[in-house]
């Protein structure tokens, strides 16, 4: 009657209470040597196997899930030690510059140089010319010709990564032979908006949503913080309607 009793209980116990219990009383086994050894559990090989060999099994699979986890994290680590350093170079060479052409052509030589990118633009929006030509990576475009042609692009704060437009890809990268097909542009911002840097790649789908983009954010400040005062020195009042007409 007794055992019958006991198996009632047993029955009235659900799996979630015996489990609830034993995360309570971790200890529980501990006196329980016997009911320990008795214990076993389904093999991957068929074969029945004790609580203590499945747990070392999974301590195992724990482990190796662990070091595969780790190996992942020291690659990711070196990656972007490689990219510090190459962004610090090119901070450094940006910091150097003595003009608006030579601060364009040491960004363009470093993306697609040490990035290994096809294609940089600095885009600056102001509706003065300057003293010189704009050479190279360099573009200077009235501010309502960008938004009109950029629109949206130029709202937020942070990178934009993607297949943008035929037209957005065309004007950011305007000139060339082989169009770019995958963009990342970071707005450049001081009191105001002041252009967009911009990363071009020839293949498509290079960039995307999910990509990282704290090296262009990280270089991107440097340059927001960089380019009013050199505006100041190289702007001249000069109306850029032929900039404009060659942008429409």
């Known amino acids: ?3 019958q009793t006991a198996h009632q209980k047993a029955e009235a116990l659900t799996h979630e209470q015996v489990a609830e219990y034993l995360r309570a009383n971790p200890e529980f086994f501990v006196e329980q040597d016997e009911l320990l050894r008795s214990l076993t ?22 482990r190796d899930t662990l070091r595969h986890e780790l190996v992942e994290l020291v690659s990711i680590a070196r990656h972007n030690d490689r990219l ?19 601060m364009a052509a040491a960004i363009d030589d470093s993306i697609r140089g040490d990035f290994g990118l096809d294609a940089a633009s600095v885009i600056l929006f102001t509706d003065s010319g300057l003293p010189s030509a704009p050479e190279g990576a360099l573009h200077v475009v009235p501010t309502g010709v960008a938004k009109a042609r950029l629109g949206d692009l130029l709202d937020g704060q942070r990178a934009v990564c993607g297949q943008f437009r035929d037209s957005e890809r065309a004007f950011l990268f305007p000139g060339r032979d082989e169009p770019i097909a995958s963009v990342a542009l970071v707005p450049l ?60």
């Open 1 to 3: 009657m007794k055992d």
């Open 41 to 62: 559990l389904p093999h991957d090989s068929g074969r029945a196997i004790s609580l203590v060999e499945r747990q070392v099994h999974l301590f195992r699979e724990q």
């Open 84 to 102: 510090f350093e190459k962004s610090k170079r090119l901070l450094m060479q940006v910091i150097e510059a003595r003009s608006l052409n030579d």
């Open 189 to 248: 911002r001081g009191d105001e908006l002041m252009g967009v840097f911009a990363v071009g790649s020839l293949e498509s789908g290079y960039f995307d949503e999910s990509m990282g983009s704290l090296f262009l954010t990280y270089i991107s400040d440097t340059l927001s913080r960089l380019l009013p005062p050199m505006l100041q020195r190289y702007t001249a009042a000069t109306p850029l309607a032929d900039v404009a007409a060659e942008n429409r």
